[in-house]
């Protein structure tokens, strides 16, 4: 499969790592919409927010019990923003399902 973020959590294409263990990994983005802009994978292949189900979603609460400590790595003591795209209309460009945390300064509230 032709998935970019798999090639990531898999080692073959080079990421800037800033958390990882045996189910999830944290890079930072390449193109960066705030001071600090990490995204959060799970390194099992899910398409999205939309493909997720009873069988494969414990990772989603896994990844989130691991926010805090990645954003205390990151020094983001203030706050920060998790924002996740689903499918077209949610803006989603890379379909393997993926968290942004951004912060680094005040965020703008405009949501859509
Ligand atoms: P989406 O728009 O799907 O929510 O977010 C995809 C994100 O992945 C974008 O912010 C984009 O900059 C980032 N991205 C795309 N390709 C790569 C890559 O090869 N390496 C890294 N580190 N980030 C990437
Ligand atoms: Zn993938």
Avoid: W
Wanted: a negative charge; one cysteine or more; hydrophobic letters at 40%.
């Amino acid at each position: 499969m032709d998935c970019i973020f798999c090639k990531i959590a898999n080692g073959e294409i080079p990421s800037n790592k800033v958390y990882e263990d045996d189910k999830i990994l944290a890079f930072y983005d390449l193109e960066p919409q705030a001071p600090v802009h990490v995204l959060v994978i799970p390194k099992e292949h899910i398409c999205c927010a939309d493909a997720l189900n009873s069988e494969n979603s414990a990772v989603v609460g896994y990844i989130f019990s691991k926010i805090p400590e990645i954003t205390a790595k990151l020094g983001l003591t203030n706050g920060y923003r998790i924002v996740n795209n689903c499918k077209e209309d949610g803006g989603q460009t890379v379909f393997h399902l993926h968290f942004h945390i951004l912060g680094g300064k005040k965020l703008n509230v405009n949501m859509a």
